[in-house]
């Protein structure tokens, strides 16, 4: 009887995690990189009210201000992956090189990434991540198929993110 007991609570614990918890957590992490979006947002919002009224020098500083500290990296790289994964692409090994402008104060964090899919998942995927990540511009991308009738197309996808000093 015991045993019977200790498998039926196993059980509700089980159908608890798939039908609570884990969507409770993916509801939690939506939200926190929505915080992270709204954000970047209400920074541009402010920095277009001010721009016209200050100086340049204090335009300048507020339009630095609207890039996140390059610290903040990850979460924005994750922002892209989400995007991937939210049109069933998945992106392989890529490159990502940083670097440090010798003129002003931003950090340029160039990303090459391959990735294999139809047109319209690659391009979903790209709205999706630049609408997203607002200090990503798209370099270029280069599309490719191995033959012509072939749905899957390899695309390599080069982004730049542009990011704020961590001082």
Known sequence: MPGVAGLCLLGLYLVFVVFTLAPAEARLERLRQNDILQQQKQRHSEHLVRVGRDTPVEQLAVFYSYF?????????????????????????????????????????????????????????????????????????????????????IEAKVKMTMYLGSNE
């Open 68 to 152: 996140s500290e390059a610290k903040s990296a990850p979460d924005w790289l994750d922002l892209i992956y989400q995007a991937a994964r939210e049109h069933n692409l998945k992106l392989e090994q890529g490159e990502y090189r940083v670097a440090r402008e010798r003129a002003g104060q931003l950090t340029r964090y160039q990303i090459t990434l391959p990735v294999k899919g139809s047109y319209l998942q690659i391009r979903g995927f790209l709205a999706r991540a630049l609408s997203d990540v607002p200090i990503a511009s798209l370099d270029s991308i280069k599309f490719e198929r191995q033959k012509v009738g072939d749905g899957t």
